[in-house]
C-alpha cells in the first residue's frame, strides 16, 4: 500500500515502479478521496489498511514522529517515504549509491549541501549517512536555513558555497520549503544571485565533481536551467537509482518476512 500524505511525483512513482518491477501488486492511496477527509484518525487509517491484508505500507507524512507513533502499534511492514522534515532515508540511500556509483567509495568524500537544510528530510539523512560513512559535509545557504548548532554533526559545518565549491566531490543543491515556513522575504532573483548553482558557479567545480538534487527542483531560483541537464548532473541519474534501491529495499524485506 503507497499512503501519501504530502504531495510526491519522485518517490511514489519509484516506489510503484520498484514494486511492479518485483511483481507485486500496489493500492495508491488517494487521501483526499478517503475517510480522513471525513476526520479519521491517520492510526485508524493505518489499521484500516493493515486489515485489508496488505504485507507493506509506504508512508509518507509531515508529522516528525509519524513512525514512533505507530511502530509499536501496527503489525505490517513500515516504509519510510518521508517524515516531516527530519527523515528521508530512502533517499538517503540513493544518493550514498549515486555518490558510490560515481567515485567508488564514500569514505573521504566532501559534500556541500546548500539550501534549505534546516526544513530538509534528505539533509537530515545525508547528514546522519555521512557520519555512518566518513564524509565531509558543508553546509551553505540563509543563515535562517540552517540548522540548529546542536543539531549539526561532527563532521559537518557552516560554510559559504563560494568559498568550497571548487572543492567538493558533489553539489547537492536543495529547493526553499516555503511549506514548512513563513516565506523568507527575499526575492527568487536574489536568491539565485547569492545562494544558487548559477552557470557562473558550476564552472568553478571540479571538472570530476558531481551536481545532485533531490527534486523537485525550481529552475533558475536555486538551480540554473542550463546546470540541471549538465554533464556533471546527476539529478536524473538520482532519480534511475531510486527504483533500483527502493527495489532492493522491498526484496530485503518482504524477503525477511518470508523466511
Not at 13 to 33: Q, T
Not at 59 to 81: G, P, T, W, Y
Request: glycine share 6%.
Amino acid at each position: 500500500m503507497s499512503l501519501f500524505l504530502e504531495p510526491s511525483t519522485r518517490t511514489t512513482c519509484s516506489f510503484e515502479m520498484a514494486s511492479k518491477l518485483l511483481g507485486m501488486d500496489v493500492i495508491n492511496f488517494a487521501a483526499e478521496n478517503s475517510s480522513l477527509k471525513k476526520g479519521e484518525s491517520i492510526y485508524d487509517t493505518v489499521k484500516t489498511i493493515e486489515a485489508l491484508g496488505v504485507d507493506t505500507i509506504i508512508l509518507r507524512h509531515s508529522d516528525d514522529q509519524i513512525f514512533e507513533q505507530l511502530v509499536s502499534k501496527v503489525n505490517c511492514s513500515m516504509i519510510n517515504a518521508g517524515a516531516g522534515k527530519n527523515e528521508h532515508p530512502t533517499q538517503g540511500l540513493l544518493d550514498l549509491f549515486t555518490l558510490f556509483q560515481e567515485f567508488k567509495k564514500l569514505n573521504n568524500l566532501k559534500i556541500a549541501i546548500c539550501g534549505d537544510i534546516k526544513h530538509s528530510r534528505v539533509a537530515g539523512s545525508m547528514l546522519i549517512a555521512a557520519e555512518k560513512f566518513g564524509m565531509k559535509i558543508y553546509l551553505c545557504g540563509p543563515e535562517d536555513l540552517m540548522p540548529e548548532k546542536n543539531k549539526i554533526t561532527e563532521n559537518a559545518k557552516l560554510a559559504n558555497l563560494d568559498e568550497v565549491i571548487s572543492e567538493v566531490d558533489a553539489v547537492m543543491m536543495l529547493r526553499i520549503q516555503n511549506e514548512r515556513h513563513e516565506s523568507l522575504g527575499i526575492t527568487p532573483e536574489s536568491y539565485f544571485k547569492t545562494f544558487g548553482l548559477t552557470e557562473e558557479r558550476a564552472s568553478k567545480m571540479r571538472p570530476e565533481a558531481i551536481i545532485m538534487h533531490p527534486g523537485p527542483f525550481n529552475r533558475n531560483i536555486e538551480i540554473a536551467d542550463a546546470v540541471i541537464e549538465s554533464k556533471q548532473s546527476r539529478i536524473f541519474a538520482q532519480v534511475t537509482n531510486g527504483v533500483f534501491m527502493r527495489m532492493s529495499i522491498l526484496d530485503w524485506l518482504l524477503g525477511e518476512e518470508e523466511k
